[in-house]
């Protein structure tokens, strides 16, 4: 068959087709599309025949573009995460956290243990906390804490107006801690686990600077509401970086780039689950934890009972077969 | 008679010359995608940065005036700008930020399919480790070496930057009395036949004139007819307009 022959007996179905697409691509109106599927393999026939009997470029490079565009359409990923935002958070997370305990306990273990080891050290040897934070930086955090001011947080005058420009601050700051140490994750998890243990020793030294000083009362009630949203989110974003990391060092059977690419499909997902563990916790600091009416016996039952929350979640939450979908 | 350019059977293809990237469909269609270099994404890339540096300065001069509430809202959007910028324009407007848009390059699959929210995330997200340990290095090493020009944040959340299709516009093909050759053609011939006729629009008269007279001499024609004789084949080719 001729070229000419050819594009004019078939020429109204492509011009039918790219308008199709043309509706498509807009994203509406998705009503008179039940032929699509069968429309576009009659295009792929089509290029198919005009390739093998050697049409002009012209012809093969415009139904090439077609066909890449039916493609696509056709085939594209559908994002599970927006489609089931709620089963994500009640379900999946959880499971996917369960399902890479291996990273998450290492995780928790390289920040929870030099958290507390450093902790510890520096309320023992109160001197340790000068080798790691600079004089000054130790004064200010000492005033922020001191019992007197009577306002808590990162300044000491602190008005109710002010909690909204924290819980900006504490979004920006603390995201973005949890996407360095995630995304460092790529060195081999060299990058992850530094971030995890430098995070855990600065706190530490903190912690255990302002518990020796005697401001422990201040500090421990302010911090231990937010804190088991944040710091297991943080844990958790390092065990993501982890996984990535991991992916390169050991890849099994698969070629690394392709380890990479199926491990970080799953950081992702943990990455997720970390934003809304840190939004949550950025609420609850700004507008909790500074508060300074109720007694800090309240804070402390407050403060337990949400860690015992986040536990309870990451240990149990879809764990039944028909959780909700 | 023309040497014959077939492989013998069982030599390996020589890598192509060009940069394109097959993408196999399932219905066993070859798509190429052309992959953009490392050159063209950074000026992409300059461009986002400058818009988003306009914006940045924008707002906060506009939430200078709300005070404290402006802090608040500004540190948000610095955080928004920052992080989001490329996630949302690259899922919500078919891969494409203002400056990838400007150099007509877009973020596909590695399968040539639009690319989704956990992707692009992903790839935005490892930006962070591309830029170390300053301006790009990592990423710009990884780019330079990958066969398809993907930085680390392209090979782990397994995406391409391409150049977007243009549209075609259909050359005019010359005119000519249909002829029909004197021997049979192979089908890269008869491509090549109907290349040279659809971009005689192209090429100057005297180049036109110096492609064809190779083909004088297997064609039986004095080499100042050739393009004619060519012409004449492509038109008998393409059949009656």
Not at chain 2, 80 to 102: A, C, D, H, I, T
Request: aromatic share 10%.
């Amino acid at each position: 068959m001729k070229q000419s022959l050819f594009e004019t007996s078939h020429k109204a179905e492509w011009e039918q087709f790219s308008l199709t697409l043309d509706r498509l691509e807009r994203g509406k109106d998705a009503s008179r599309i039940a032929g699509f599927p069968k429309d576009y393999r009659q295009l792929c026939q089509h290029l198919a025949l005009a390739r093998e009997r050697g049409y002009s470029s012209f012809l093969i490079d415009s139904l090439q573009q077609l066909v890449l565009r039916g493609h696509q359409q056709l085939y594209r990923h559908r994002s599970r995460l927006g489609a089931n935002l709620l089963g994500f958070i009640l379900a999946d997370f959880p499971r996917l956290v369960r399902e890479q305990w291996r990273f998450v306990l290492a995780a928790g273990l390289m920040f929870f243990g030099s958290l507390i080891s450093f902790a510890l050290l520096v309320y023992l040897f109160p001197d340790l906390v000068y080798n790691l934070i600079p004089a000054e930086q130790v004064s200010e955090m000492q005033s922020m804490y001191d019992p007197v001011a009577g306002h808590l947080g990162r300044t000491a005058e602190r008005a109710a107006s002010e909690d909204w420009v924290m819980f900006g601050y504490y979004i920006m700051h603390n995201i973005g801690i949890a996407f360095q140490t995630f995304a460092s994750g790529l060195f081999f998890g060299l990058g992850s686990a530094f971030f995890l243990l430098f995070n855990g020793l600065i706190i530490g030294a903190v912690a255990g600077h302002l518990t020796h000083v005697g401001y422990g009362q201040t500090f421990w009630s302010f911090v231990i509401g937010h804190g088991a949203f944040e710091l297991t989110a943080i844990a958790l974003a390092g065990a993501a970086g982890l996984k990535l990391g991991w992916a390169l060092i050991a890849p099994g059977r698969l070629p690394r780039a392709e380890a990479l690419r199926l491990a970080a499909r799953k950081s992702v997902l943990l990455i997720c689950g970390v934003m809304v563990f840190l939004l949550i916790a950025a609420f609850i600091e700004a507008y909790w934890s500074s508060m300074t009416a109720p007694e800090p016996m309240t804070k402390y039952l407050v403060g337990a009972a949400l860690w015992a929350l986040v536990a309870t979640y990451l240990l149990f939450a879809g764990r039944t077969r028909h959780a909700p979908e | 008679m023309l040497e014959t350019t077939a492989l013998p059977r069982k030599a390996t293809l020589s890598p192509p010359l060009d940069t394109r990237h097959q993408v196999e469909t399932p219905e066993g269609i070859d798509l190429p995608l052309r992959p953009a270099g490392l050159m063209v994404r950074a000026l992409a890339f300059a461009i986002d940065l400058g818009i988003r540096g306009l914006i940045l300065g924008l707002l906060f001069i506009v939430l200078a005036f709300l005070g404290k509430l402006g802090a608040g809202l500004g540190s948000i959007l610095l955080f928004g700008v920052s992080w989001w910028y490329m996630v949302l324009f690259e899922v919500l407007n078919q891969g494409r930020s203002p400056g990838k848009q400007w150099m007509g390059l877009r973020v596909v699959q590695g399968d040539g399919t639009p690319i989704g929210w956990s992707a692009s995330l992903l790839r935005n997200l490892l930006r962070f480790v591309d830029l170390l340990p300053f301006g790009y290095f990592l990423g710009a090493i990884s780019c330079l070496q990958h066969p398809t020009f993907k930085r680390l944040g392209d090979l782990a959340a397994g995406t391409l930057v391409i150049y977007r299709e243009q549209p075609l516009t259909r050359p005019q093909l010359p005119e000519a009395t249909p002829l029909r050759p004197a021997f049979a053609l192979t089908l890269p011939e008869q491509r090549a036949i109907l290349a040279f006729a659809e971009r005689q629009g192209e090429l100057s008269e005297a180049r036109a004139h110096e492609l064809a007279s190779i083909l004088a001499q297997p064609l039986q024609v004095p080499a100042p007819h050739a393009v004619v004789a060519l012409n004449g084949i492509a038109r008998g080719l393409l059949g009656p307009a």
